[in-house]
């Protein structure tokens, strides 16, 4: 782990973890069990928090995301292992990969009689509850207390389900955001002060279609944001094979309205003119709405400062994947390329976490549930497959800690095809497993993310990668072996015949 002083600006959206105790209330525990609060935005892509250094940091104002990284850690390898909604979310719970725990697209639902994190923190005597974005489909288990959106809800008036999907009320006048942050609120205020808890504060902010509250209206009104390199080039890294979602079908959406403060308005019919135009307005609504998660995660830190809780809790921050904000003129995720895969997390814990720690570990969405079983003090579940990350954020990583990672997306179509691979920390192995009717070297791609950290060059098939090839494909195997992945085994073989 390499530990490092002085960053860039700006942290946006996460997941926090606190712990007990309030002024005149009962501490968690005197032996070290802190109180959890995992925060947890959609989409909240690492380009959009300013601490990561990107073309973005001078402009995501995030003053609150800024301040837990600064007093805790940021982790620069943190990736999905799915990178969906629906299937990161389920494996944030059950520490488990797709394939393992059965939620692999969109369909499916997570079963609530499977183990989780929640049901784990609870027979460790912990009160839980989980406010806001759900999208698992069916009642949230293990919860002593939830309030939630069905599927992707709305951003104004949400209709919130209080423990009971089939009854709910409309929020009038109010921003989810707010909403959800209000309620969080609400229910620490009532909480048992006898018991340690875990509190899910779940975000619908960043995903589309990007309707930030009115009070963020004028932000960036006179901004030029910067644009990625990759913007006007061919759509994709390997020049249209792999289409994806580009730009010009966001356009058409925003010609029809419903995204963000209005209608996109155009008035040239030159293509790169458009594609700029279309850009500069989604980014800028992206942001817009990370603004409200930046000042709801600064409510949430405001309360643990009033009632003394700061010192004695874990605060993590994430999303649930990554996102393209126009890079390879894409945007949506499901993709192994980093803007997709890479999860923005910071982890702030007073007295174990040094601030300014920087985490250069791969870690996994896998690894969540584990590591918040550390801090509750109980061991991790064997049905399992992550592993705590504690350790690491304290500076004291494991000698056998992972060296590569496996993804793996199911849901494939023509446009997002369906794909797994392997990521080490120089070199990312990709096989299109949707895309059999192609020629074999249109079905890999291989990257160097050292000499090509934009992964514009699809470098599988060079005669001097023909080693390193052959050595992540053998890895790849052998991480397919290790997790059970008997289906993304044979879909291998089939395509290196």
Not at 54 to 80: H, Q, W, Y
Not at 177 to 183: E, P, Y
Not at 199 to 225: D, G, I, S
Not at 272 to 291: N, P
Request: charge should be neutral; include cysteine.
């Amino acid at each position: 782990m390499d530990r490092q002083m002085g960053f860039p600006t700006a942290w946006l959206l996460a997941a926090v973890l606190l712990p007990c105790g309030v002024g005149g209330a009962v501490a968690a525990d005197v032996k070290g069990k802190p109180n959890i609060v995992f925060i947890m935005a959609d989409d909240h892509t690492s380009q959009a928090w300013g601490c990561y250094g990107s073309r973005l940091a001078a402009f995501a104002k995030t003053p609150n995301i800024d301040r837990l990284a600064r007093e805790g850690a940021r982790l620069t390898n943190c990736f999905c292992t799915n990178s969906i909604c629906v299937p990161s979310r389920a494996s944030i719970l059950t520490g488990q990969y797709s394939h393992v725990n059965g939620v692999k697209t969109l369909r499916e639902a997570l079963d609530p009689g499977a183990d989780n994190v929640a049901k784990r923190l609870q027979r460790a005597g912990y009160q839980t509850a989980l406010v806001g974005k759900w999208h698992l489909k069916k009642s949230p288990a293990g919860f002593d207390y939830w309030n939630i959106i069905k599927g992707q809800g709305r951003y104004h008036n949400p209709v919130m389900y209080e423990m009971d999907l089939d009854g709910g009320a409309v929020q009038q006048g109010a921003y989810s955001t707010d909403v959800f942050t209000d309620k969080a609120l609400d229910w620490l205020a009532r909480r048992d002060r006898e018991k340690p808890f875990c509190l899910m504060l779940h975000f619908k902010a960043t995903h589309e279609p990007w309707q930030y509250h009115p009070r963020h209206a004028k932000l960036y009104e006179n901004v030029v944001l910067p644009e990625p390199k990759t913007l006007l080039g061919p759509t994709g890294p390997t020049g249209g094979v792999v289409p994806g979602w580009p730009l010009e079908l966001l356009t058409q959406r925003m010609l029809k309205g419903g995204h963000g403060g209005g209608r996109l308005r155009v008035t040239s019919d030159d293509p790169q003119v458009v594609r700029r135009a279309t850009y500069q307005k989604f980014v800028k609504d992206f942001l817009r709405c990370v603004a409200a998660i930046d000042e709801n995660i600064g409510r949430v830190l405001e309360h643990l400062d009033k009632h003394q809780l700061a010192e004695d809790t874990v605060v993590i921050y994430t999303s649930d994947q990554g996102y393209f904000l126009g890079e390879h003129n894409y945007f949506d995720k499901r993709f192994m390329l980093e803007e997709s895969l890479r999860m923005p997390l910071v982890v702030r814990y007073p007295g174990e976490i040094e601030p300014q720690t920087v985490v250069e570990d791969i870690i996994l969405n896998v690894d969540f549930a584990p590591t918040f079983l550390d801090y509750a003090g109980t061991g991790s579940s064997p049905t399992m497959q992550g592993r705590s990350f504690r350790a690491n954020l304290a500076g004291n990583s494991p000698a056998d800690w992972r060296g590569a990672m496996y993804y793996r997306y199911y849901a494939g179509s023509p446009q997002r095809p369906a794909h797994f691979g392997i990521r080490t920390h120089r070199y990312k192995l990709i096989y299109y497993d949707g895309l059999k009717d192609q020629p074999e070297g249109q079905r890999w791609e291989l990257y160097d993310l050292t000499q090509d950290p934009q992964e514009t060059r699809n470098a599988y098939g060079d005669s001097k990668h023909r080693e390193i090839t052959a050595e992540l494909k053998q890895r790849l195997r052998d991480l397919q072996a290790e997790l059970g992945d008997r289906a993304g085994a044979e879909a291998q073989r089939e395509g290196s015949s």
